[in-house]
């Protein structure tokens, strides 16, 4: 499955100055995996070190943030679009 | 210091007040970095009283102030009840380096008289400083 992935501006560095990059996968996860695989520069603001999503990140497929889905175990179809995006929040 | 416009100031508030029981979030730009002209204001994907989260709206409000030569010089939001200073929350959310000096500007509803102050968060330290309103 192929998707478009929107980078956030920090990550566009790491992507050869793209907004917009393809990345495969089955799975928000395998599509997040894939991204890293192409950019590795990308991993230190996406990846936490337990593997799962930096906390600093939200994932959105479509305009649903996939933490209200099935997580990085959210299914992707062809074409859909993925943004990362910094979570920013407080209280 | 941080300059503001009065509407900017302003507009703030009401965004505030408008968001009221819960908090109001926003980004404040300017072309400048001490001048803050615009504010854009933001859902709070949380629908909290108590906490806030900017969501895609805020990203997309990013790149189009980028495309007018405008650069986030702060993410805005409300205290319904307490006063006008980082939360702990505040604070340890202020590490995420994806807005890397940002100020934390705060619109207090606490008492009738809004109240707006403004800090920079490094690690634990908080340092406040002066809002000071100019006419444009």
Request: net charge negative; aromatic share 6%; charged share 20%.
């Amino acid at each position: 499955m192929s998707v478009t992935v929107r980078l956030p501006t920090i990550m566009r560095s790491h992507a050869g100055g793209q907004s917009e990059v393809k990345a495969e996968g089955a799975t928000i996860g395998e599509v997040v995996n894939d991204l890293v695989r192409q950019f590795p520069g990308t991993a230190t603001h996406l990846k936490a070190p337990d593997g799962g999503v930096h906390k600093f990140v939200n994932v959105y497929l479509n305009d649903e943030d996939v933490r209200y889905l099935q997580k990085l175990d959210t299914p992707v179809k062809e074409g859909d679009q993925v943004s990362i995006l910094p979570a920013v929040a407080g209280g | 210091m941080l300059h503001l416009t009065t509407e900017t100031w302003q507009a703030m508030v009401a965004h505030a007040l408008d968001g009221f029981p819960d908090e109001a979030c926003g980004l404040l730009a300017g072309a400048t970095p001490d001048q803050g002209e615009v504010f854009v204001p933001c859902a709070n994907v949380d629908r909290s009283s108590r906490s806030f989260s900017l969501g895609p709206d805020a990203w997309q409000a990013v790149d189009e102030l980028d495309g007018r030569g405008l650069a986030v010089l702060a993410v805005v939001h409300s205290h319904t009840h307490t006063e006008a200073y980082p939360s702990p929350t505040d604070v340890a959310q202020a590490a995420n380096p994806f807005i890397g000096g940002w100020r934390w500007v705060l619109v207090s509803l606490k008492r009738p008289e809004p109240v707006v102050r403004s800090y920079r968060i490094d690690g634990e330290a908080i340092d406040e400083e002066e809002v000071v309103l100019i006419d444009r």
